[in-house]
């Protein structure tokens, strides 16, 4: 009885082990891998107004976002692909109190993510950011704000990511 108690533990641990390693092994997952890398980042005018890494971890499944600014402003957002919604996720946090989740997917090369925040009157600003691999192994972000339920988007943020060397 013992040993055959011992013995499905350890195939249950063995089949679990093999699952976590295998789970993120699909070409959705790697669909914004074209985000690795350290950055420097740029506005329109080319200043840099920040730096930004992005790396794997948790076993490939999760990118991280490391955001920093000279101002001391700082940012950190977890991205992963949801397998069972079919879409990805990203959560993004800083230091002025901002949590912004948001949803979405790759669509013609493009990563283009939709979520919304409430602002301090209780009205809903909804948020689309999308990050696009550009020539030169560049990406460029593009946040948009929109506060009449996606009839017009305002820009908040355009960026040019140029990889550090």
Known sequence: MKTTIILLFSLLFTSANLQAKGSCDEAEYQQFDFWLGQWQVTNPENNQVSESKITKILGGCVLLEEYN?????????????DKQQKKWHQS???????????????????????????????????????????ENNKVRQHWQQSIDAGITWVTLFDGTYTRRQ
Do not use: H, R
Request: no cysteine; aromatic share 10%.
């Open 69 to 81: 600014a000279p101002s001391g402003f700082q940012g950190k957002s977890l991205n992963i692909y």
């Open 92 to 134: 993004w946090t800083d230091n002025s109190g901002l949590l912004l989740q948001l949803n979405g997917e790759f669509i013609d090369n493009s990563m283009i993510l939709k979520g919304s925040i409430v602002d301090d009157k209780g009205k809903e600003l909804f948020q689309m950011i999308t990050w696009s691999l550009l």
